[in-house]
């Protein structure tokens, strides 16, 4: 089992910054990818961002792209996003995936989820 928590959600202006954290922990070794969702009230969930083992491939939403990064400290087991020009339509419950490759986190199909941080940008 892995056990993922998230944290760094707040409150922010348009045009703001935030860092999501995601700390794995258990068994890590199953965890060899991982990413971040988020969920707007009344939408689905969608794919944010993943980061493979090494940290060496990348994948965003298209959405994203320009303004989210997603890196990771294996040393701590974390995963961070960094969110720049955040926009209210940002604004979601952002969940944290972890997977044994990076192609199942892009696919939301990894078995380990976080319990989600709340992101809100006002305008």
């Known amino acids: 089992q892995v056990q993922l928590v998230e944290s760094g959600g707040g409150l922010v202006q348009a045009g703001g910054s935030l860092r999501l954290s995601c700390a794995a922990s258990g068994r890590t070794s199953d965890s060899g990818a991982m990413g971040w969702f988020r969920q707007a009230p009344g939408k689905e969930r969608e794919f944010v961002a993943a980061v493979n083992l090494g940290g060496s491939m990348a994948l965003y939403a298209d959405s994203v792209k320009g303004r989210f990064t997603i890196s990771r400290d294996n040393a701590k087991n974390t995963v961070y996003l960094q969110m720049n020009g955040l926009k209210p339509e940002d604004t979601a419950v952002y969940f944290c995936?972890?997977?044994?490759?990076?192609?199942?986190?892009?696919?939301?199909?990894?078995?380990?989820w976080g319990q989600g941080t709340q992101v809100t940008v006002s305008s």
């Open positions: 995936n972890a997977a044994a490759r990076i192609a199942i986190v892009q696919a939301g199909s990894g078995n380990y």
